[in-house]
């Protein structure tokens, strides 16, 4: 049994339907990639994986649990972090509160994951009672991920990291990624940035109107005559 | 009158618009709806802390607190009655649905409670400073003798402690940092595991018991009738618009601006011109707004 599971999957918003089939399974470690043109959906599999999309057939599996469905803040209970690709901090809260409200859903605040997010991201601690609004682009991504790393979660799902980012800090976001992903968190990762997305994930999946195209390994597709031609531009 | 005596007049006035204008604007910004029955809920807070206060015979303070617990009720059961179900209607909705609430509202207590205004037994002691000298530039004193009452003096004070605990409230606990970061991005709270319809009712039970609280100390300084929380609306309105939308902090800063604007207008426009003292008021919400679109504290406006 896979991480996580994704099967036939149907989603949208309300009556538009974006997704028509998708199929894809991430196992426990893995650091997977999904790639693809514009307005192919990769967002929406983010997001009907959280359940900010609707899901109209198929299931979604988190360990045996069908998670297809769920409210976002029930299935943050499940173990899935989550980064959306932009609002993904709250810019009138501190740093440290960003981080508290990461931490939501726990008892307390579990100071030895805060500790470890700062010890990741140093040019945070720096900043902590400042508003995240406040942060460069590259610091709120950075505090977005040490938002989703605070729940220490099965998996981590990326929504274009390197989005919006100026082009010499996107090599840093990447490397950050592998970073987290050497320390045994799971990545499901939506990337615009395809070749470089291919180059660095374990396996890879190119999908196109909703649909799934292509399925292998990293280095795999990058190298696929047809992956190439069609959807990474020779 | 000297300056200094209106200077307090307003401040007196800014301290209970103030507690109100908080309640107002966090239902903005979290609610994200303009709650023009929300006059109303210090009307019932007044009422229900005269009646606390007569009826069985207790203290002033217990009967405040009475006044809050019912305000409170009050606005959760309002809300859970009639904004609630259509909260995904969008803001205009439940505007209109808050004015016909208001006016349904209005009515309904002044069936129940009579046309007559009633008065808060309330000893008062006045504390008077007569020894400042005047100071007159023209026809206005700017220093002058002054006087404040116990009264007063508890207004303010119920406001700076109110203003205390919000602060507490919103930057030290959990609910209360989840309420803020609810009115940041609501889409992301949920996905961060907030329960927004709790923080909702948090936040309507919250500015209930402010109303109740800013009706009750209102009603000490003037009286309680059917109208008392209407007739403060617009000013409640306008603090929380001047202070910058969904801003608590800005809220008070425009309630005080407004208090003092009022009785200084009050006081200083020529007597033909004292019924536009209220039109003053709004003049400058509308000049602030020209210059400053989000208000003195707004960093930005919320998106409809």
Known sequence: MSLLDVEDLEAGYGDIKV???????VEDGEYVTIVGPNGAGKSTVMKAIVGLADCFSGTIT???TNIAGMPPE???YEGIGYVPQSNNIFPTLSVE???RIGAYVLETVPEERKQAVYDRFPVLADRTDEEAGSLSGGQQQMLAMGCALMLDPDVLLLDEPSAGLAPDLVDDMFDRVDRINDAGTTVLMVEQNAKEALRRCDRGYVIANGENRFEDDGEVLLNDE???RQFLGG | MGLLQNIIFGVVTGSYIAIAAIGFTLIYGIVNMINFAYGEYLTLGAFIGFFAATTF??????????AMAGGGLASIVLARGFFTPINQTGPVPLLLTSIGLGIALRNAIRLVAGREARYYDTETTTFRFDAIPDLSVGSVDLLGGFFVTS?????????????VAIHGLLTRTDVGIAMRAMGDDENLARVRGIDTQLIRDSVWVLAGVLAGLSGVLLAIQTNVNATTGFSQILQILSAAILGGAGSPYGAILGAYLIGIVLALSTAFLPSGMSGLSSAVAFAILIIVLLVKPSGIAGTEVREA
């Open chain 1, 19 to 25: 997704l028509s089939e998708i199929n894809l399974r």
């Open chain 1, 62 to 64: 988190l360990r045996g």
């Open chain 1, 74 to 76: 029930e299935v943050v």
């Open chain 1, 97 to 99: 509160e960003n981080l």
């Open chain 1, 226 to 228: 047809e992956v190439r």
């Open chain 2, 57 to 66: 015979p207790i203290p002033l303070p217990v009967a405040a607190l009475v």
């Open chain 2, 151 to 163: 009264e007063q003096l508890i207004v303010v004070a119920s406001a700076v402690t109110v203003f």
